[in-house]
C-alpha cells in the first residue's frame, strides 16, 4: 500500500475517490498521451480518520500520499507536518457549494494539497479562498452537482504519476515538492473568470482558480527541464517522537537507533557525553569499541528543521573483566534507581 483513502471502507465515497486517483493517474480525463499503469494494489481505502491514517503511515515508509475527501481540512495541517516530506495530503477545500470560505488568511495553499471542483463550467465551480491549490473534474456521471472529493482524487492521482516519473529520472533527490510546483508550472488557466494582469496574461493564481486544472502531461513532457525551487514547506515540518536505542554485546556494543520522522540528525550520548552524530541518511547502527571496564549508560535524540526531540530513555551496559559487554537494564526508571 502506497496511498490511503482515509474514509469508511465499503462506501461508494470511498470506492469513487479511490476510482477517481486511479485514473487521474494515467491522465483518463483528457486522455494522456503516457502509457496507463496498474496501481490498484497501491490504494486502499481505511477507516479510521485522518490522524490514524497519519498515524500509520509513521509506522510504514511504503506509505507515500493520504486523501481525505471531506470538510474540516484546517484540523488536518498539524498531523500532516509530522509526515511531511515523506507524504503528500491532499483534501479538498471543504464545500460543494460555489462560495468563499475564509479558513486560511494567505493565498498560498497549506502543506496539504487542496482543491475545487468544475467540470462543463470550465472553472472551479465549489469552495473557494486563500489556501485554494487546484480545481479539477470530477466524475460527470457520478451525479448532478460538482463534487470536489472526486477532484481531489483526480488531483492526487495526477500528482503521484508526476512524483513517480520524477523519482525514475532523479531519484531520491525528486520529492513531491517537486511533483507540486510542476504541476502548479504547467496547470491550465483557460477559466473565464481569471483575473489578468497588466499584459492581459492570466496571473498565476486567483481565489477563485488556484494554480488552474492540473496538466499531468504537460507536467510529464517538462520534467527534464524544470527547475524547481526550495520547498517552502519544509520549515513547516514536525519532527516525530523519539524512539527507543537498543544494544548487542559482540565483544564491542553494537548500538542501534529506531528512526524519527523528519529527522536531519541523530546525536548520540555516552555516559551524559555526545559520542557519535549520525545523518538521517546514514545507517542508525554503529560499533562502539570498548576499551576500558566499567558502566556506560547510552541513549539518543533527534535533530530537525524545527528544533530536537526529547532525550531517549536509556540503555545501561557494564562490561567486566573477564566477560563480553553486557546490556543489563533497558528502563529508564530502573537505571535512575542505579544511579
Known amino acids: 500500500m502506497r496511498v490511503i483513502v482515509s474514509d469508511t471502507p465499503g462506501t461508494e465515497h470511498a470506492n469513487a475517490v479511490r476510482t477517481a486517483i486511479l485514473y ?7 486522455k494522456s498521451k503516457y502509457p496507463d499503469i496498474d496501481i490498484s494494489n497501491d490504494v486502499v481505502i481505511m477507516d479510521g480518520g485522518w490522524s490514524s491514517a497519519v498515524d500509520y503511515a509513521k509506522q510504514h515508509e511504503e506509505v507515500v500520499a493520504i486523501a481525505r475527501s471531506t470538510s474540516g481540512i484546517k484540523y488536518f495541517i498539524d498531523k500532516a507536518k509530522e509526515v511531511y516530506p515523506r507524504v503528500q495530503g491532499f483534501v ?22 487542496t482543491c475545487g471542483c468544475g467540470d462543463d463550467e470550465i472553472r472551479n465551480n465549489t469552495a473557494y479562498g486563500n489556501g485554494l491549490e487546484f480545481w479539477d473534474t470530477d466524475w460527470t456521471w457520478y451525479g448532478g452537482t460538482d463534487a470536489s472529493s472526486f477532484a481531489n482524487g483526480w488531483i492526487c492521482g495526477k500528482m503521484l504519476r508526476l512524483y513517480d516519473e520524477l523519482k525514475k529520472i532523479y531519484g531520491e533527490q525528486a520529492t513531491w515538492w517537486h511533483a507540486r510546483s510542476l504541476l502548479r508550472n504547467q496547470s491550465w ?23 488552474g486544472r492540473p496538466n499531468l502531461d504537460g507536467a510529464l513532457d517538462n520534467m527534464n527541464t524544470f527547475v524547481v525551487e526550495p520547498d517552502p514547506y ?35 550520548i555516552k555516559n551524559a557525553t555526545i559520542l557519535k552524530r ?20 547510552y541513549s ?16 545501561r551496559v557494564i562490561y567486566k573483566k573477564g566477560n563480553h559487554p553486557s546490556i543489563i537494564y533497558y528502563n529508564e526508571e530502573e537505571i535512575k534507581k542505579m544511579e
Not at 477559466?191 to 477563485?208: F, S, Y
Not at 549520525?278 to 571496564?293: P, R
Open 300 to 315: 539518543y535524540y533527534a535533530i530537525g528543521s524545527t528544533g530536537q526531540t526529547k532525550e531517549s530513555s536509556k540503555i
Open 24 to 30: 487521474g493517474y494515467n491522465g483518463l480525463d483528457n
Open 92 to 113: 479538498p477545500m471543504g464545500s460543494n457549494a460555489y462560495v468563499e470560505l475564509f479558513i486560511f488568511s494567505e493565498p498560498e495553499p497549506p502543506i496539504i494539497v
Open 278 to 297: 549520525i545523518k538521517a541518511q546514514e545507517t542508525l547502527e554503529f560499533i562502539d569499541n570498548l576499551m576500558t571496564y566499567g558502566t556506560y549508560l
Open 234 to 268: 519544509l520549515s513547516q515540518v514536525l519532527l516525530g517522537n523519539v524512539g527507543k536505542i537498543t544494544g548487542i554485546p559482540l565483544g564491542s556494543v553494537k548500538i542501534m537507533l529506531q528512526p524519527v520522522e523528519n529527522a536531519i540528525e541523530y546525536v548520540i
Open 189 to 211: 488557466r483557460i477559466e473565464a473568470n481569471r483575473p489578468r494582469d497588466t499584459n492581459g496574461e492570466p496571473v498565476i493564481w486567483c481565489k477563485e482558480n488556484g494554480y
